[in-house]
């Protein structure tokens, strides 16, 4: 069993700065990889950033230069830094891992989520 626990949301002025971080917790006998993921009121949940084991990272357009995604293998902690905020970046951000029984099984889609936590950005 994995749990992800979310924290570091809250609200900010455009311009502003916001650091999210993600505690793992239980046993992972294959872990596959982390990601990010935000929800506006009324639109679909999108993929804001993925990191792979190996640190290899991918960015959606709208955040890329202004987000980065990182993890801390010892403290098992997923971190969002995230920059230059704007009006558009409000949302519910959730933190999400894919944990499998073995390596062979990793399928590069989350299977964990964390509560989420509300990042407001006013202009």
């Known amino acids: 069993q994995v749990q992800l626990v979310e924290s570091g949301g809250g609200s900010v002025q455009a311009g502003g700065s916001l650091k999210l971080s993600c505690a793992v917790s239980?046993?992972?006998?294959?872990?596959?990889?982390m990601g990010w993921y935000r929800q506006a009121p009324g639109k679909e949940r999108e993929l804001v950033s993925t990191i792979r084991t190996d640190g290899t990272t991918r960015y959606a357009d709208s955040v890329k230069g202004r987000f980065t995604i990182s993890q801390d293998n010892v403290k098992k902690t997923l971190y969002l830094q995230m920059n230059s905020l704007k009006t558009e970046d409000t949302a519910v951000y959730y933190c999400?891992?894919?944990?499998?029984?073995?390596?062979?099984?990793?399928?590069?889609?989350?299977?964990?989520w964390g509560q989420g936590t509300q990042v407001t950005v006013s202009s």
């Open positions: 999400a891992a894919e944990a499998r029984a073995a390596v062979r099984l990793c399928r590069y889609e989350h299977n964990y």
């Open positions: 239980g046993y992972i006998f294959a872990y596959c990889g």
